[in-house]
């Protein structure tokens, strides 16, 4: 055998998952020339075996294709962070030390930015003033918190923007007070832009260090391949400026955003917008429409009104954030020129929008290789669960919201109808149904690791509360359809034919796991690690230890 014949790298003793059409296990993988060269018994693979080869002993671990997450936010969750980053940590204490240490550590920083905070660690959802101000006095403080609803800010801040007892409450926004007028530190809605017109605007540096940061991170996850749910022109000036320096190692797809204040005019824009927007792994292909709300604050865009809290009708539908009709004369458009419609469709209302504009498509040009998907999906009617197939639309999944915790039992089941309520994240009616599913994060608003998000599709459960009982356990999906999702499903999403499975010429980009994924003695899926991540076959994440 010639050395050219020889694999680079060569994983032997595995439980690799394929994700293939056949639902194949293989044992061995060789990787030669950033593509997978085998795919087979460990005598198959290590007949690829030379003298420069790097042989891994999997030891009955998981391999699988590289995770894809279909909607993820990352220069926010880059941005998060690299400045002062609270949504991992709870209670009070904990984001003031958080607060203290960065503070220390960024002697330089004029204002103190970050955020990610909870409403529930704080009395009547209200954090104060003084507690930041023991911390930090000399400069301001401004910390939206997870939802970016509301914001706590220090005395400092509150000095610079000029508010005080005597000011007035912003036309869209309230000052949280002190019965004497005082303001406590927490500002909701529009009363936050009192504080962030003063914060110095995030710098193009800024952005590209955020994406840089992300990417890190979210190949510590297993993630190889993303698509960036809300790419505008300074978001994509970081993506290219890194991909112009080779530091883009994750294949990007960017979503451009529709303006929904502008009309069928801007779609020029979007073409423009595409032709500057291709670079080594980066490919700005979608459109990202957002049709509705979400249902916690009832802008969500409901088949039926949603109820008073106590079991009576309201007037109130929720709202359509692009009129229907322009909605479908935008996709047909954007569908003929080639472009992808990523929609943002949470409501069931929503959702039949989505489904009609794709429809509408479809008749006026044709079965175009556009893959339109729509994400969040939280409510679906059953009329519409057959037509996702029917369409070649994709449902693009954000399995950890498929949990009864508080934003579902006191924020969203008090205000739907019993039968609307039970229409949430149908996952497994959705693949009966022949629809192809997808998976993401929508990192920042919540956790971007896939594991933990296969986890409840898998349980229904948060793995923050295992002893819960599951949500609606009926849609409940099996642990290799949520890999398929997050793997093949995504990279069709992508676009990325030559990934999201590990077949013979297809691209080396996978993930080893530190354990049998599909051994429940193993513990919750949710608890396994990623010990290294593949892309192209070079490592882009690796932790110590893994010969
Ligand atoms: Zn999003």
Partial sequence: MSNAEHADLVLTGGRIFTADGAGSWARAM?????????????????????PSTRVIDLRGRTVTPGFGDSHVHPTHGGLARTRCELHD?????????????????????????????????????????????????????????????DAWVNTRAL??????????????????????????????????????RLVPPTTPED??????????????????????AS??????????????????????????????????????ELVEWRANGRLGRY????????????????????????LDGHGHSTTNWGLDFIDPELLRHAV????????????????????????????????????TDTRPHLAHIQAIHPDDLPRFRRLGALPNAQPLWAVEEDQMSELTLPFLSAE???????????????????????????????????EVAVTRVSPESRDHAPFLPDERIALAEALRAFTAGSAHAQHLDEAGTLEPGKLADFVILDRDLFDEAEGPIGDARVLATFVDGEAVYEAPGLD
Avoid: C
């Fill in 30 to 50: 060789a990787v030669r020339s950033g593509r997978i060269a085998a795919v087979g018994t460990d005598a198959a693979a290590k007949a690829l075996v030379g």
């Fill in 89 to 149: 940590a709870r209670g009070k204490e904990a984001y003031l030390e958080i607060v203290a240490a960065y503070a220390a550590s960024h002697p330089d920083v004029a204002w103190i930015q970050g955020g990610g905070w909870s409403l529930a660690d704080f009395p009547g959802g209200l954090p104060r003033r003084e507690d930041l101000d023991r911390i930090v006095g000399d400069r301001p403080v401004y910390l939206p918190n997870r939802d970016g609803h």
């Fill in 159 to 196: 000095e610079l923007a000029g508010i005080t007892a005597n000011t007035l409450d912003p036309a869209h926004g309230r000052i949280a007070r002190d019965p004497d007028g005082t303001p406590m530190g927490t500002l909701h809605e529009g009363a936050m832009d009192l504080v962030e």
């Fill in 207 to 228: 952005l590209r260090a955020a994406l840089l940061e992300s990417q890190r991170y979210l190949h510590s996850l297993g993630i190889t391949n993303w698509q960036d």
């Fill in 231 to 268: 790419i505008t022109p300074i978001d994509q000036g970081a993506y290219l400026s890194l991909a112009g320096s080779g530091e883009l190692t994750a294949r990007v797809v960017g979503a451009l955003w529709w303006d929904r204040e502008r009309g069928l005019e801007q779609i020029d």
């Fill in 283 to 306: 490919n700005a292909t979608s459109v990202k429409l957002m049709v509705d709300g979400i249902i916690e604050n009832q802008t969500a865009s409901m088949l039926d009104p949603y």
């Fill in 332 to 367: 047909v458009r954007i569908d003929a020129l080639g472009f992808q419609p990523h929609f943002h469709a949470l409501g069931d209302r929503a959702v039949r929008q989505a489904l009609d504009a794709v429809k509408a498509a479809r008749l006026a040009n044709g079965w």
């Fill in 420 to 454: 609307t309520a039970s229409h949430q994240y149908p996952f497994r009616s959705l693949i009966r149904h022949g629809a192809t599913l997808v998976m993401g994060s929508d990192w920042s608003v919540s956790t971007p690791d896939p594991l933990l998000e296969m």
